[in-house]
């Protein structure tokens, strides 16, 4: 195994990080790749998967990365009790390959295929169904970590429950997923019943969020964040159940691909409301059925190849809040800041939760998650700032595998469990090996950090 100079990225395109990188095949060579302190440097290292983080957390500034890319085989599946076992650099799309037709699914997806199973954990992932099955980690029956020691730790509910919990949402600080035992859903066939139809407003998208939570398995909003005055909150309705067959399942259409970084000038507000309108008013009044297959309704994302090109050459921030029930008039000053600003985004999304996950440090709450992206330009980072006030006076929180712009103060705050999380990281890698440049933005482990230096 070598290290190389490489230049890594993330999905919002705001850095562009020289790093040095091994790519490790197995556990030895990773655990060689951990002790390898002249290759690393004082920054430690970073665990780098897929690279769909939209900002800064698999990014190390000053350090190295372990690239999970060798790490990324399906090594078994016990068909009676449903689990999978696998490497923490396997992808969605190659589960969805290996298992999709065959009868089972993965019980938790991300937006696009590209994410790994490592990352899943890391950031424990929630996706259009968290209200009726909850998040990635609580599907995952048990996992091999290598911390800083270099050593495999098998660990789960029952053996080594706290660095377990730790390093579900733990952002990879806790140290490189190896193997993953993953219980999967059986499915009657690769197909999933989707209908969509049109919301007037926010109210009445609310309404339905409540609703959701005992009517319709997955469940996603899709908000025109320029609308405004009564039609504040309109948007597009999308509620699916898995299909009993696969009978008229439409053929999933090949990408559509962004060549290039679109210019600024397509996103002006008045550009993007005449798409979004269209986009709203195209879909019949009565709404539509249709039958997708798992793959076309699981990945949004993947079906404009390019897609974070859109905003263009400087990139682009993202919020992803979660404001608990009761609170819902949080979400409704959320939206009205974004539609104010007139910030260039073009969608917002909505989806509700349904309790808070295992892990210490784990996004969801019983509540709803509202994300916008945010075009890199002058002004976004005061908008942000509002919008992490308003989720904190709301209760809420914001998901960090999509923000690069919260405060540390916002996020100790935000998680109550963090000092849990930094005893952890205190027994398992005291002297700091693990880091990024979002756990040092966030101060997550900054006692660690003077006390190693």
């Known amino acids: 195994m070598q290290w190389q100079s490489t230049i890594l990225s993330t999905w919002g395109r705001l850095y562009r990080v020289p790093t040095r990188a091994a790519r490790p095949v197995d556990p030895g060579e990773a655990a060689r790749a951990i002790h390898a302190n002249d290759a690393v440097g004082p920054a430690g290292l970073v665990v780098h998967g897929g690279g769909r983080c939209y900002a800064d957390e698999s990014l190390n500034t000053g350090g190295g990365a372990l690239l999970t890319g060798g790490l990324a085989?399906?090594?078994?599946?016990?068909?009676?009790?449903?689990?999978?076992?696998?490497?923490?650099?396997?992808?969605?799309?190659?589960?969805?390959?290996?298992?999709?037709?065959?009868?089972?699914?993965?019980?938790?997806?991300?937006?696009?295929?590209a994410v790994t199973i490592g990352g899943a954990v890391a950031n424990d992932i929630h996706s259009k169904n968290h209200h009726s099955v909850g998040g990635f980690g609580r599907h995952v029956r048990w996992l091999d970590l290598m911390p800083a020691s270099g050593e495999v730790v098998r660990c789960s509910r029952d053996v080594e429950p706290e660095l377990f919990v730790a390093t579900l949402g733990g952002m990879g600080l806790t140290g490189l997923v190896v193997r993953v035992g993953l219980a999967m859903t059986p499915v009657a066939a690769n197909a999933v019943v989707a209908r969509y139809r049109r919301i007037a407003d926010l109210d009445a998208f609310l309404a339905e969020v409540d609703a959701a939570r005992t009517k319709a398995p997955f469940w996603f909003g899709w908000v025109d964040p320029l609308a405004s005055g009564r039609n504040l909150g309109r948007g597009i309705l999308e509620e699916g159940r898995f299909a009993d067959d696969v009978g008229g399942v439409l053929p999933s259409p090949a990408p559509r691909r962004v060549p290039v970084d679109l210019?600024?000038?397509?996103?002006?507000?008045?550009?993007?409301?005449?798409?979004?309108?269209?986009?709203?008013?195209?879909?019949?009044?009565?709404?539509?059925?249709?039958?997708?297959?798992?793959?076309?309704?699981?990945?949004?994302?993947?079906?404009?190849?390019?897609?974070?090109?859109?905003?263009?050459?400087?990139?682009?921030?993202?919020?992803?809040?979660?404001?608990?029930?009761?609170?819902?008039?949080?979400?409704?000053?959320?939206?009205?800041?974004?539609?104010?600003?007139r910030a260039g985004s073009i969608a917002s999304v909505m989806k509700p939760m349904g309790g808070p996950s295992d892990g210490m440090l784990s996004f969801p709450m019983h509540g709803t998650a509202f994300a916008c992206d945010l075009p890199r330009r002058p002004g976004v980072e005061a908008l942000h700032a509002r919008l992490e006030r308003i989720v904190l006076d709301h209760g809420g929180r914001l998901y960090v595998a999509k923000d690069g712009l919260m405060s540390g103060a916002a996020y100790a705050r935000m998680f109550p469990r963090l000092d849990e999380f930094r005893a952890v990281l205190a027994r398992v890698d005291p002297h700091g090996r693990f880091g990024s440049d979002m756990s040092r933005r966030l101060a997550i482990r900054a006692p660690l950090a003077r006390r190693a230096a």
Do not use: M
């Not at 399906?74 to 298992?99: K, R, W």
């Not at 979004?276 to 079906?303: I, T």
């Not at 921030?317 to 409704?332: C, D, K, L, T, Y």
């Open 73 to 113: 085989r399906i090594l078994d599946f016990d068909p009676a009790g449903a689990v999978a076992t696998v490497e923490g650099g396997v992808t969605f799309a190659a589960l969805s390959a290996h298992f999709h037709g065959r009868g089972f699914t993965y019980p938790v997806s991300a937006a696009t295929a």
């Open 263 to 341: 210019p600024r000038i397509l996103l002006r507000p008045e550009i993007i409301g005449r798409y979004n309108r269209r986009r709203y008013e195209r879909l019949p009044a009565g709404g539509v059925e249709v039958k997708k297959s798992l793959d076309a309704f699981y990945f949004p994302l993947d079906h404009i190849a390019g897609f974070n090109r859109v905003y263009g050459r400087p990139g682009f921030w993202s919020v992803h809040a979660g404001i608990p029930v009761g609170e819902e008039r949080g979400i409704e000053k959320f939206l009205a800041e974004i539609v104010a600003a």
